[in-house]
């Protein structure tokens, strides 16, 4: 499919000079609340106003959103700012609403998108639409499931397709709400380098004052935008309280990114980074000998445990392992979060490869 049209043009009607800003609050609460916002977000980088009508809650009893009125309230508020408007839906009925209520941007959540039944009535319902639709990655880190969603809109002929990365659902504790998992979007960018890629720094992080970290992090991997929820008085808002910043910080997040080059064609720049990658790709090559090596020998600890009839897992050996390797990693400099994931990796590897030994 990303052979067929760039998917990336409709940006350029924004004439954007830096990345394509979405902004404004989690939740739509009043009529007044969403028109201050809107006009504190009028003379920004601000292209198109974002708030939840619909909220999908985990648990019943939480605000689920104010319904349909909420969409006459964004319908003022771009009459009033010439902001363009966006809202997320979650089946063939708030679509409706949101075509009659003249809504620009219409996004699919986290949790709409591992339900291809949903994703499928939704791209029936805005079939051929010229309408911006933006698909968020699946809660879970499943690649295929989020391609899939994306194939079921490009089938539907829907013009102008984007897609929003805000990170993962995990049991391990991170420093995250939502861990970002980039190689998932990193993979997702290189299957679809035509595609719009915006990053959801809100939901990823769960806070506020990690935002502008993980929306320079987005920019420096080439992303096209980013979409932060933005409140005038966030600490008393409806839904989403902590991941929510005021008008005025957003503005200064704005100003403080640093948006990069693609690239340099100069020639010293081309030259240095052919010997930096070069050097990359050696060591590269080293880790994967020493990993092969490493499960040469796990191969062996296989055999001697088949032949003593010993259990494959050790939890004692394996958490002194991994509490050493994390000692040993920050002290040259690697992340905790990094060391866990790399070494699980490992020693599940490791257990694949004893439990074909014990089989055999």
């Known amino acids: 499919m990303e052979n067929d049209k760039n998917l990336k043009n409709w940006l350029t009607d924004f004439h954007l000079t830096h990345p394509l ?26 292209s198109i106003f974002r708030a939840g009508i ?18 006459k309230w964004l319908q ?63 809660v879970n880190p499943d690649l295929s499931l989020w391609i899939g969603g994306l194939e079921r809109l490009y089938q539907a002929n829907i013009q102008k397709l984007g897609v929003i990365h805000r990170g993962f659902s995990t049991y391990e504790k991170t420093k995250y709400r939502n861990n970002p998992e980039w190689q998932i ?32 992090q987005a920019l420096d991997l080439n992303y096209d935008g980013l979409i932060i929820e933005t409140h005038i008085d966030p600490d008393n808002a ?15 997040i704005l100003i403080d990114l640093r948006v990069r080059k693609i690239t340099d064609d100069a020639d010293e720049f081309t030259q240095k980074m052919t010997k930096l990658r070069t050097q990359i790709d050696d060591y590269d090559r080293k880790i994967l000998e020493i990993l092969g090596n490493r499960m040469q020998i796990a191969d062996q600890i296989g055999w001697l445990k088949k032949e003593k009839n010993v259990a494959i897992l050790q939890n004692k050996r394996w958490n002194e392992i991994l509490e050493k390797m994390i000692q040993d990693g920050t002290q040259k400099g690697l992340s905790e979060e990094f060391v866990v994931h790399l070494f699980k990796a490992i020693h599940q590897e490791s257990i694949s490869h004893q439990e074909i030994i014990m089989n055999k």
Request: glycine share 6%; with cysteine.
């Open 76 to 138: 003022k508020a771009k009459a009033e700012t010439g902001l363009l408007m966006a809202v997320e839906v979650a089946n063939a009925a708030h679509v409706k609403l949101a075509l009659e209520h003249d809504i620009d941007v219409l996004w699919i959540g986290a949790r709409t998108t591992v339900n291809p039944f949903a994703v499928q009535e939704i791209a029936d319902a805005l079939r051929g639409t010229h309408k911006i639709v933006l698909l968020k990655n699946p």
């Open 54 to 71: 619909w909220k999908p809650r985990t648990r019943p009893g939480g605000f689920e959103g104010v319904g349909a009125i909420g969409l």
């Open 21 to 46: 800003v979405i902004a404004g609050p989690c939740s739509a609460e009043t009529e007044d609340q969403v028109l201050k916002i809107a006009h504190e977000l009028k003379n920004s980088d601000v």
């Open 238 to 252: 409806w839904s989403d309280v902590a991941q929510q910043v005021t008008p005025s910080v957003l503005k200064q």
């Open 185 to 216: 979007a990193i993979d997702f960018q290189n299957r679809f380098p035509d595609l719009p890629l915006i990053c959801d720094p809100s939901h990823i992080t769960g806070k506020r004052d990690m935002i502008q970290e993980v929306s320079q």
